[in-house]
């Protein structure tokens, strides 16, 4: 760190990650939060690792008081951050030697108190200065800036109000009845403060109806007034009569670089709104018009929310889907980088737009998706182009459409099959394909498997299963397809594992073919068992439909019926008190028992069938290596 920070200069700090929380985390990344011009923003740091310890570039804003900087790491178990033990990575900035920027004292101020903190994402977890060291470093701020008073004098109100909590009323109303002596040609802003906490605060009607009439008039096109009229959009219940609202707002209060930050999100709610009743009432023609004038955040929105939507559902036809598709798809491309994510302090410029490119490649894979079912090839290899190449590998059902569209203009495959193959990310008919190209080269049936399983090793190191600590299971009861009951035998010493299912969940069934596998797998072992329930079923014939669906698709897997609860209408009897220890009723859900203990689950499915058998085959052969 440097020992005065210079607004407008450049300056380099090191960070040593040893014996903190990212001390293991390989690529590290940081922010500032930085009070600039009296208003808080958000500022990427450029890291630059050398050896074990990284550079930090920085420029300080030109109006900077203030600077916090925190670090951070992606990691399988989400975010870790560093903020220096609790303690934050501080610096006050200086216009020169001992004379502080305008604003240094109120940051100083209230970046450390949690009463005045909360939009700085969790900085400090426990730390906090007291009022009466707030109240301090506040006047010191009122002394040597009293001209820029009126830009904080909510915080100094908010400080008194913790202060002097006996007294807040009287001297509240005394406070802001000198201060509003002095409001005369102050902006909009300074306005709405005194008005909210007329109202709010000191419950005061008469004064803040007083201050709203002022408003009214001399901000005619102003923030209060734009308020006003969007709260009356929502409540209108008929979407045909909103949409009329919603377009004279428009022409009321058109969105200008005069809206603030805190009312950008009318504009983003109404984009929705109006994108959706265009799309329900199939007026594609103003949806066209309006995709041009649609900020990346609300393309991604409408496209996640309608076009996906529709396509998965087939409610609309998917060549009319694709005349919106297209060009929402190229208006995102061109808008990926135009931060319209960063909303507030939550994100900084860099993670703005990292979000954005993540939610582009997602709706790429719709888009592939969408031309497959067009039969449209060529836009589906075009689009594979434009993924990263670590996201063209992540679904087994989207190798497929891969294949199939190199294989409609004989294009080879083998180079998908094996990238596949090494993301462990092979459907059966794709692994299938894969270990006929390897018997053509004059390979070895039996050696097929031992190079399956080299592709797999060769982009990721041996995974280590994490396996709970024993939480005793639950007794079972079910019924088999003949209608007999009987308990599962969950203390026998065996290796148990568990699927519960139903015939309305459709991940449950697309997992189906990787049990299957696992069960063709451990059929010969004797310390294993494998156990299908269908659970959570309300509808009549669920077990003469379940039979039927396991037959039809060839599924060499015997299920049995989780009981009926009394005084109940739903199969459910064991899976609930499974649920209850797992805080969730999702399924497909997998359990493996030892020893009448449940060491393993799982919930969902990824819909990669090799993922699946190899997560399942380690857990087995961790406990029976314990």
Known sequence: MIDIPIPGASFSMTYDPKGGPLENVKNISGYAYVFNDYRWEIEDLKMKKNGAVYSADFTVPKNCAFMAFKF????????????????????????????????????????????????????????????????????????????????????????????????????????????????????????????NIYLYELKNKAKSDSVENVIVKQFPKGAFLRQKAYQKIMPIADAAERNKVINQFLVDFPYTSDVPDSQKYFYDNIVKMQFGYYFETKDYKSILAMIPNMNFANLNDAYHQNISKALYLKVVDPAVIETMAVPIIKQMQQKVNDMSYMQGLYWSPNQATENAKNQLNNELVIQIRMYDILKKYKEVLETFELLPFEKRYEKASINDIHIKALEAFNKPILEVLKNAARANTLS???????????????????????????????????????????????????????????????????????????????????????????????KEDKEVDVYFISTQETKEGYKKEALAYLKEKGLKINTYFDLVKKGGGTNNASFTNYAKIFKSSGIPRKVVIKNGQIRFTSEGYSGNPGQLVDELTNVINALKNE
């Open 72 to 195: 951070y790491g992606n990691t399988e178990n989400g975010l870790v951050t560093d903020t220096n033990q609790d303690t934050g990575y501080m610096l006050v900035a200086f216009k020169e030697p001992k004379v502080k920027m305008p604003g240094a004292d109120l940051a100083w101020a209230t970046f450390r108190n949690k009463d005045f903190n909360g939009q700085f994402g969790s900085y400090f977890k426990d730390f906090t200065i007291d009022g009466d060291a707030t109240e301090y470093w506040l006047k010191k701020e009122v002394a040597a800036n009293g001209n820029r008073f009126p830009e904080f004098f909510d915080t100094y109100f908010k400080v008194l109000k913790v202060q002097k909590p006996e007294k807040f009323q009287e001297l509240g109303t005394r406070f802001l009845a000198d201060f509003t002596k002095k409001m005369n040609g102050m902006p909009e802003e300074v306005y709405l403060k005194v008005h």
């Open 428 to 522: 059966e008919s794709a692994t299938a394909k894969l270990k006929e190209l390897y018997l053509k080269e004059g390979k070895k049936e039996a050696d097929f498997p031992a190079y399956l399983e080299q592709l797999k090793k060769e982009n990721k190191p041996e995974e280590k299963i994490a396996l709970m600590d024993p939480v005793p299971a639950p007794a079972i009861k079910v019924q088999s397809a003949d209608g007999k009951t009987k308990d599962l035998a969950l203390n026998s010493g065996k290796i148990i594992v568990i699927d519960f299912w139903a015939t309305w969940c459709g991940p449950c069934k697309k997992a189906f073919p990787a049990m299957q596998q696992l069960v063709n797998n451990f």
